[in-house]
């Protein structure tokens, strides 16, 4: 933004220079990103040189929850709000699912997996309307719902049981076209296209940023603060159904204990350059800002340090990134 | 529920309106919360009446007060606008170095040890959100992971040394003095004592205020608010670490995540306590009550032998209603 205002004043510069100065300063943070998973990559090449495409397959499958975590977690980030039920609510979309799951024909694993979706939907535009509704912090009545999903996961499924379609696993695991492109990432590619890309130029999506960026600007200029607010918490809720079923096609079972994935989804979303204060940031940022966070705790592995330490690592990064961030903006704005 | 009670009330009457009964209880959230645990205490006793004696009351203090003090943690963080999600991985290091240490350096140097790191962590916590101006959900958040991480290759390295909780934490954290006094309480009142002192009278409490409420008008008056925050997460570090050892010594066991269940309701005591999370208002007091109601809550729902499913879904339900009832009370006057 500061790019954009301070451009024209700068002579001899050509249109297409400006737009282009213009763009790679809106996603410095995504290229920056590119970059250093690019460098992991070559990183992990020379540690382990075996490291091949099957690997990279296993990667992107084993991943899969926590980036569709992630990009659901973001779309509420840019919205000015945060989900931590997120964990809770992929805990109970993914015991559904498996105990939907048991014994279907294909064409109902379909029906239940759609269903599961719109459940997703659903719990999502409850937590959203509680934050409206009350105009209790979206913090705290996430926080609180936390408890209620993690509760329901149970009464589906009171020991992890159930099971996932047969189709479910191959979708999400081996690779597609050339054996560089796992099949996952070409799902969640698609998944978040399909939702995504229509609605970021529609009216809604542009009200997501609006509402994240100035409520009371957003308001004045008409926009429905209210309902923005419930449909970003329903997108997230259908992004975390989806990340709830693929955990289920990862493990094959549904589990009602919630993992990590609330606080997991936090840093990617962070790391991804989604600023906390809404208004900013893709959801590309954070789908990479996951593979590097897994790829940091593959090399880890590769070097045979303890692998607890990535938990370390990945603290480090969070933390460093964020501050290296947060000590050029300082400097940008004295200068 | 109580403030509809009192506006029912406040018709008949014409100096007590539903608008006095309002604004008692935004300026005295005590009050209600008192009347909450009482009514929750008449459930119990309603339930079953045999179990209202001694033991109940040592026990919910011995719980109570760990989890009262790592809410002194968000209460603090949370009236400078901030939040301290690093707290339960403190807590559980601190756990593990004075049990780990204990055997060979005694029990005070462990202590010691465990304290110092815990305020150690809280330093780059501050340095992260007070200088470098990181927001504190990331930066204790982060701080979280390192320190969780850090904790287990820790444990792992000294699984073969072992761990014992000093006999002496274990009398401070669960024994009694006459039988009926939990020796906690003795630790715990002069602290609680400090915390609401130091909020109300001392510069540095008005400070915390002066912050939460509005950071440019507090600079702008010469405030350095990047010392007040780098001060407050230290402080928040080494409660944090003081309740740990405390759940060490109540549960005579440590582990890296010992203290992990009470992190979220380490911030809903606060909440239930009226302490509000944009900063700038509340107090100590009410998130004591709010760790007692959450400790006798979970008595209760244990008692009537609800579901944990249940459970969980009602501790939710009712943070969400208390956090409600606050903002309506607040906001509408």
Known sequence: MTVATSAPSQPGRSAATRALVRGVGRDTWTLGLIGLLIALFVLTKMIQPTYGSSQVQNLATSILPLALAAVGQAIVVISGGIDLSLGSVMALTNVTAAALLVGQTPEMSVAVVIGVLLLGLVIGAINGSLVVLSRVPDIIVTLAMLFVWAGAALLVLGTPGGAAAPWMRPLTSGSFLTEWLPRALVVLLIFVGVVWLPLRRSRLGLSIYAVGSDRLAAFRSGVSVGQTKIAAYALTGLFAAAGGLALTAATGIGTPIPGPYTLLSVAAVVLGGVSLAGGRGGLLGPIIAVYVLSLVRTDLTFLGIDPNYSTVIQGVIMVGVVMVGAYLTLRRQRA | ?333
Request: aromatic letters at 8%.
């Open chain 2, 1 to 333: 529920m109580t403030s509809k009670a009192g506006a029912a009330d406040g018709n008949r009457s014409p100096w007590l309106t539903a608008g006095a009964w309002r604004r008692l209880f935004r300026d005295q959230p005590l009050i209600p919360l008192l009347l909450l645990l009482v009514v929750l205490l008449v459930v119990l006793w309603w339930i079953r009446p045999s179990i209202i004696n001694q033991s109940l009351f040592i026990n919910t203090i011995r719980f109570a007060v760990p989890l009262a003090i790592l809410a002194a943690c968000q209460t603090l963080a949370m009236l400078t606008g901030g939040i301290d999600l690093s707290v339960a991985s403190v807590a559980s290091i601190a756990a593990v170095v004075m049990a780990t240490q204990a055997p060979t350096q005694g029990p005070v140097v462990a202590i010691a040890l465990a304290l110092g790191l815990a305020a150690a962590i809280g330093l780059v916590n501050g340095i992260g959100i007070g200088i470098f101006r990181v927001h504190p959900l990331i930066m204790t958040l982060g701080m979280g992971l390192i320190v969780f991480g850090l904790a287990i290759v820790y444990q792992r390295m000294m699984v073969s040394a072992g761990a014992t909780v000093p006999p002496e934490v274990v009398t401070l954290a669960s024994g009694t003095t006459f039988g009926f006094i939990p020796n906690v309480l003795l630790l715990f009142v002069p602290l609680a004592a400090l915390i609401i002192l130091a909020l109300r009278r001392s510069g540095f409490g008005r400070l915390l205020y002066a912050v939460g409420d509005n950071e440019v008008a507090a600079r702008l008056s010469g405030v350095r608010v990047w010392s007040v925050l780098l001060t407050l997460y230290v402080i928040s570090s080494l409660l944090a670490g003081v309740a740990g050892l405390l759940y060490g010594g109540a549960i005579n066991f440590v582990s890296a995540t010992l203290v992990d269940l009470y992190l979220l309701p380490s911030v809903a005591a606060a909440v239930i306590g009226g302490t509000s999370i944009f900063g700038g208002h509340g107090g100590y007091s009410g998130s004591i009550v709010g760790a007692v109601i959450l400790t006798v809550m979970a008595t209760l729902l244990n008692v009537m032998q609800v579901p944990e499913a249940i459970r969980q879904m009602l501790f939710g339900a009712i943070i969400l209603v208390v956090a409600a009832a606050y903002t309506r009370i607040t906001e509408e006057t």
